[in-house]
């Protein structure tokens, strides 16, 4: 789901070809629902695995890194998850979460600033 964000840029791309408002709305509203929408449920998803390796309880870290091989990935049953490299697949996805957040929050100020800019001011009959 996330990926398919990528569509979203064929809207912006030609919102800043042609400086057109109604473009930047729609690339705006497909950034939402596309790409900021799916980066917020995977950080919801993934924080009890961040949270349990960042604070530090050595049973359940434990539990996370059963295996601790280099070049491998192993999928454990039960209460264990995907590692790779000793890490958990939570903590390696966060990483990469928080890169795509600030891309995103950025991507969306600048075009909302775009659209706020070429909108048609309204003018009031006098």
């Known amino acids: 789901m996330w990926l398919s964000g990528v569509f979203s840029l064929f809207f912006g791309f030609s ?15 497909l950034l ?7 980066t917020i449920y995977a950080l919801i998803k993934f924080f009890p695995d961040v949270y349990t390796f960042i604070s530090g309880d050595k049973k359940a870290i434990r539990t996370l890194q059963m295996w601790k091989v280099s070049t491998k990935m192993f999928l454990f ?5 995907l590692c790779i490299q000793g890490y958990p697949v939570g903590v390696i996805w966060y990483a990469f979460l928080m890169i795509a957040t600030q891309i995103h929050f950025a991507e969306t100020k600048f ?12 003018r009031k009959s006098q």
């Open 111 to 122: 075009a909302w600033t775009l659209l706020k800019a070429w909108k048609k001011p309204s």
């Open 77 to 81: 049953e039960g209460n264990s998850t």
């Open 15 to 29: 919102a800043a070809k042609k400086s057109n408002a109604s473009a930047i709305s729609k690339f705006l509203g």
């Open 32 to 38: 939402v629902v596309l790409c900021v929408l799916p």
